[in-house]
């Protein structure tokens, strides 16, 4: 079955950078872009970005442009996800989510399944 | 501040009907699909129902989507008590370069 599973939690101080990974099973990698989405305690669902897993071409949501990284590895069928500079409202549940549909950015999409997420707490 | 406006809250009695609704603009629900997500407390969300009212296999009929415009509504017939969740909708927008949005969430409760 298809599977998502994240990496563990993690205690970082400001300033500081984290990097979470997504490791996918259960079917072909490269064939589905993979998205990042973050939630805040007790607050809503923010969308960060996109990977391809093919190419490794990536699109990231305005607000975190210049602080995000996205990558793979498809040797281990791995996604990562970077946040630099890391500040107290960066504290979050992070997940990852593989596209599904005809293609990114055609307003047809939606993501299925989700990882489990990963916690990040930021403080000092 | 969430781009799709959604209530905070929504209840109902066991066996009740309830709706959700969510309100966008011309860049997102007026002009792209509309998906529902299903967060039961302490769990990731789950695809609930995709493409405006496409159901996923496995997800009860009970759950039906609708949109009409800039506008999109989520029911729920037959409520059960383990259907209480947070109730996300979320579109593609167009404007800036593209970029994924979500309401803020519905919770949902069974009296």
């Known amino acids: 079955q298809v599977q998502l599973v994240q990496s563990g939690t993690e205690v970082k101080k400001p300033g500081a950078s984290v990097k979470i990974s997504c490791k996918a099973s259960?079917?072909?990698?490269?064939?589905?872009?993979m998205h990042w989405v973050r939630q805040a305690p007790g607050q809503g669902l923010e969308w960060m970005g996109l990977?391809?897993?093919?190419?490794?071409?990536?699109n990231y949501a305005q607000k975190f442009q210049g602080r995000v990284t996205m990558t793979r590895d498809t040797s281990t069928s791995t996604v990562y996800m970077e946040l630099s500079s890391l500040r107290g409202e960066d504290t979050a549940v992070y997940y990852c989510?593989?596209?599904?549909?005809?293609?990114?950015?055609?307003?047809?999409?939606?993501?299925?399944?989700w990882g489990q997420g990963t916690l990040v707490t930021v403080s000092s | 501040q969430s781009v799709l406006t959604q209530p905070p809250s929504a209840s109902g009695t066991p066996g009740q009907r309830v709706t959700i609704s969510c309100s966008g603009s011309?860049?997102?629900?007026?002009?792209?699909?509309v998906n529902w997500y299903q967060q039961l407390p302490g769990t990731a969300p789950k695809l609930l129902i995709h493409s405006n009212n496409q159901r996923p296999s496995g997800v009860p009929d009970r759950f039906s989507g609708s949109q009409s415009g800039t506008s999109a509504s989520l029911a729920i017939s037959g409520l059960q008590s383990e259907d209480e969740a947070d109730y996300y909708c979320a579109a593609w927008d167009d404007s800036l370069n593209g970029y994924w949005v979500f309401g803020g969430g519905t919770k949902l409760t069974v009296l």
């Open positions: 259960g079917y072909t990698f490269s064939s589905y872009y």
């Open positions: 989510a593989r596209d599904r549909g005809p293609s990114p950015g055609t307003g047809l999409n939606w993501f299925d399944p």
């Open positions: 011309s860049s997102n629900i007026g002009s792209a699909a």
């Open positions: 990977i391809n897993p093919s190419g490794g071409s990536t």
